[in-house]
């Protein structure tokens, strides 16, 4: 069992070393990007991965407060369900509400790998196998989508 700290740490490291084997890969658009803090450029739309001691996850989320905007947002990406699943190549996760962890019902479209635990470090490669491809082609995917979105 860890301590929080130890856990905190180990939380760190990872994201640390996912961010800096990412930091050389440039966006759809050819510019810098931060993809451990994407910028989607949408209001209460995010771009979230995730990994713990059960799984590790990668996910569009709509988290705005007004609940026929995220309703509305979810709609406009139904309509783009078959380019998201031509660029990634692979059928994601709908979820009209889901419960995050703070308690707020949020719109997700993801993709999970089970199996995988971050305080184990021989999963990291397998982690980072998942993330990276994915998150590249959702920033391909955005790249197109957003201005259809707005």
């Known amino acids: 069992?860890?301590?929080?700290?130890?856990?905190?740490?180990?939380?760190k490291k990872f994201w640390t070393s996912f961010g800096m084997y990412m930091k050389p890969i440039a966006s759809a658009s050819g510019e810098i990007v931060n993809w451990l803090?994407?910028?989607?450029?949408?209001?209460?739309?995010?771009?979230?991965m995730d990994f713990d001691k059960n799984h590790a996850s990668i996910a569009i989320e709509l988290s705005q407060p007004d609940k026929l905007i995220q309703q509305?947002?979810?709609?406009?990406?139904?309509?783009l369900k078959n380019m998201l699943g031509q660029t990634t190549g692979e059928e994601w996760d709908w979820q009209m509400h889901h419960q995050?962890?703070?308690g707020s019902?949020?719109?997700r479209i993801h993709k999970t790998i089970a199996g995988v635990?971050?305080?184990?470090?021989?999963d990291w490669p397998i982690v980072i196998s998942f993330l990276k491809p994915r998150i590249?082609?959702?920033?391909?995917?955005?790249?197109?989508?957003?201005?259809?979105i707005e």
């Open 1 to 11: 069992m860890y301590s929080r700290q130890e856990a905190s740490l180990t939380r």
């Open 37 to 48: 803090n994407y910028k989607t450029g949408i209001k209460d739309i995010f771009f979230r």
């Open 72 to 79: 509305y947002y979810y709609e406009q990406l139904i309509e």
């Open 100 to 102: 995050n962890e703070d």
């Open 105 to 107: 019902v949020v719109s």
């Open 117 to 122: 635990n971050i305080f184990n470090e021989n």
């Open 136 to 148: 590249i082609a959702l920033d391909e995917f955005w790249y197109t989508a957003k201005d259809v």
